[in-house]
Structure formats: structure tokens, C-alpha cells
T-cell receptor, first 115, second 113 residues
Framework: EAQVTQNPRYLITVTGKKLTVTCSQNMNHEYMSWYRQDPGLGLRQIYY???????DKGDVPEGYKVSRKEKRNFPLILESPSPNQTSLYFC??????????????FGPGTRLLVL | KQEVTQIPAALSVPEGENLVLNCSFT??????LQWFRQDPGKGLTSLLL?????REQTSGRLNASLDKSSGRSTLYIAASQPGDSATYLC????????????FGKGTTLSVSS
């Protein structure tokens, strides 16, 4: 089954404790990205990757890191989480870039609470 | 900066009713527009994608239209069912690289039986 998976689905942590949210897709997609969703603000892009070893900042990259060492995986790293990073996070992927008309596939989301 | 607005924020209708969800965007220089469905505890599912050169797309009971010049899109749902209850999001692809979707805040639809 074609899918985007994220782990963990739920996470409670404390300020300053490094964490990684994993994202994996099995569709051989080139493009992957991370979004966060907050009440009243909607979905905003954090980082994206156009291919292996190619990453770039989205609208809200502060406090986050990413890496793309393999085509299928795109982990999101919070080196020193803070309460304002409490949010619902989504990973997404598509075969190519958006202007070609390829739809984006989203993972189920990771709900993060930083105390 | 592109802004995407969805009205209404919430909508409740009885089963069987036809309904329209609205999406507007401030910058008409978009490459495509997508409508997504979001169910609680689940990710987003793409419903329809309209290229900027297209006027509408249809899938089953769903029909999405795009008027790029006026910065508007509508999602028409025919003969609504309780299973249609969800949050509907529209998103535009703005830059030529297509590297980001800019989302509206969504319309939460509730269909009662």
C-alpha cells in the first residue's frame, strides 16, 4: 500500500530534550516536506527536500533541522524543543514538484507536546 | 504575500443537501489549487487538483471550480452524507518550483443524518 508513515504518532517531552520525528514514504517520491498545523494559523511549511541531500527552508524553519540521506526518509529534528513547538506535524511527499500537477500525499500526523 | 481564506469556517447541513465551500486567494499567480479533506486523527487526503489552466475538476459527487482571475475556487458537494463530515482545506501552489502549498484554515463540515 502506498503511504507516508510517521513515528511517533504522539509524543510528550520536556523543554530542551532533543527529539526526532521520522517520516518514510514507499512511493519513490522525490519531493518531501514537513508542515506544522496550529489552531488559528493553519498549516505552515517548515522544511522541504527536492531530492537526496537537497533541503531548503519553508516558512517557519526556526528551531528545526532536517536531513535527506535516503530518498524514502525525511526525519524532522528538534535539537532543543520549546513549548512554542507544541503542534501537530505532518510529513508529505509527491513524485515531483507541485507545478506539474502531482498531488501531495500526507502522513497521519504527529502530535507533539513540549512541557 | 499570498493569503488563502476559506468561508465559512464551519457548516452544518442535513443529509442529502447540496453544498458549496468557498476558497479565495489574494495573488492570482498560482500554478494549481488543491482541495484536501482532513479527518480527526488522520492525515490530509487530496480530493481534487486543478491546474491554473483548468476551470474545474470532478470526482464522483465532488466538483471543484477555479476562477484564477478573481482569486476564487469553490468545492461543490452533491447529496451530502454523514461520511462527508470532515474539515476541508484548500491550498495553492504559488512558486514556480512548486515547493510549498499555502493553505487556508479550512471549513469544518458536519452532515447530520
Amino acid at each position: 500500500e502506498a503511504q507516508v508513515t510517521q513515528n511517533p504518532r504522539y509524543l510528550i517531552t520536556v523543554t530542551g530534550k532533543k527529539l526526532t520525528v521520522t517520516c518514510s514514504q514507499n512511493m519513490n517520491h522525490e519531493y518531501m516536506s514537513w508542515y506544522r498545523q496550529d489552531p488559528g494559523l493553519g498549516l505552515r511549511q517548515i522544511y522541504y527536500s527536492m531530492n537526496v541531500e537537497v533541503t531548503d527552508k519553508g516558512d517557519v524553519p526556526e528551531g528545526y533541522k532536517v536531513s535527506r540521506k535516503e530518498k524514502r526518509n525525511f526525519p524532522l529534528i528538534l535539537e532543543s524543543p520549546s513549548p512554542n513547538q507544541t503542534s501537530l506535524y505532518f510529513c508529505a511527499s509527491s513524485l515531483t514538484l507541485g507545478t506539474s500537477g502531482e498531488t501531495q500525499y500526507f502522513g497521519p500526523g504527529t502530535r507533539l507536546l513540549v512541557l | 504575500k499570498q493569503e488563502v481564506t476559506q468561508i465559512p469556517a464551519a457548516l452544518s447541513v442535513p443529509e442529502g443537501e447540496n453544498l458549496v465551500l468557498n476558497c479565495s486567494f489574494t495573488d492570482s499567480a498560482i500554478y494549481n489549487l488543491q482541495w484536501f479533506r482532513q479527518d480527526p486523527g488522520k492525515g490530509l487526503t487530496s480530493l481534487l487538483l486543478i491546474q491554473s489552466s483548468q476551470r474545474e475538476q470532478t470526482s464522483g459527487r465532488l466538483n471543484a471550480s477555479l476562477d484564477k482571475s478573481s482569486g476564487r475556487s469553490t468545492l461543490y458537494i452533491a447529496a451530502s452524507q454523514p461520511g462527508d463530515s470532515a474539515t476541508y482545506l484548500c491550498a495553492v501552489t504559488q512558486n514556480q518550483a512548486g515547493t510549498a502549498l499555502i493553505f487556508g484554515k479550512g471549513t469544518t463540515l458536519s452532515v447530520s443524518s
